[in-house]
T-cell receptor, first 115, second 110 residues
Framework: KAGVTQTPRYLIKTRGQQVTLSCSPI?????VSWYQQTPGQGLQFLFE???????NKGNFPGRFSGRQFSNSRSEMNVSTLELGDSALYLC??????????????FGNGTRLTVT | SQQGEEDPQALSIQEGENATMNCSYK?????LQWYRQNSGRGLVHLIL?????REKHSGRLRVTLDTSKKSSSLLITASRAADTASYFC??????????FGTGTQLKVEL
């Protein structure tokens, strides 16, 4: 089975722009979560989607949004980019019917640099 | 912040030695997981221990959990250069959201 695929791998944007990141989960996985990783704040939960519905949301401003499609692929969008949004954005999927007593499968992330 | 703490922040050992990392968390949990991250890459799941378990083994890994102290430890025995990575604990208290610790950077030297 192919793993979690995130595109693009690297991205450079300018302050004020907006960006869309994409994540394809492992085939059959319907839960997709997004995390932001920075040297200062570490790994922080952004949101989780299941069957096209946002099921959980972290403490991020409204500039951060996401969605999930019927094929379970997910996108996250950041509008009006700030320098502090520079981070590694990680997507993870989880097998169906397992709840939180199962591991997450992570992609290799998208490295976003805001200049 | 609800983020857990890990100790030490960095650890450097010789190949063949054991490495021990500790993690503390703040809220009640359903389970605690450990992940490894190679530089700039995604996280790889290592082991999961449920809140009603006290110890778990997987290959060269041994994890303990003390819910009364809200702490866990990860022991890697007979370490190898390939074990060089950052290690994170992550707890779940329900809601499918992982709260990660600050991580331990492990370097295993030949």
């Amino acid at each position: 089975k192919a793993g979690v695929t995130q595109t693009p791998r690297y991205l450079i944007k300018t302050r004020g722009q907006q960006v869309t990141l994409s994540c394809s989960p492992i085939s059959g996985h319907r839960s997709v979560s997004w995390y932001q990783q920075t040297p200062g704040q570490g790994l922080q939960f952004l949101f989780e989607y299941f069957s096209e519905t946002q099921r959980n949301k972290g403490n991020f401003p409204g500039r951060f949004s996401g969605r999930q499609f019927s094929n379970s692929r997910s996108e996250m969008n950041v509008s009006t980019l700030e320098l502090g949004d520079s981070a590694l954005y990680l997507c993870a999927s989880r097998p169906p019917g397992t709840g939180d007593n199962s591991p997450l499968h992570f992609g290799n992330g998208t490295r976003l640099t805001v200049t | 912040s609800q983020q857990g703490e890990e100790d030490p922040q960095a650890l450097s050992i010789q190949e063949g030695e054991n490495a021990t990392m500790n993690c503390s968390y703040k809220t009640s949990i359903n389970n605690l997981q450990w992940y490894r991250q190679n530089s700039g890459r995604g996280l790889v799941h290592l082991i999961l221990i449920r809140s009603n378990e006290r110890e778990k083994h997987s290959g060269r890994l041994r994890v303990t959990l003390d819910t009364s102290k809200k702490s866990s430890s990860l022991l890697i025995t007979a370490s190898r250069a390939a074990d060089t990575a950052s290690y994170f604990c992550a707890s779940t208290g329900g809601g499918n959201k992982l709260t990660f610790g600050t991580g331990t950077q492990l370097k295993v030297e030949l």
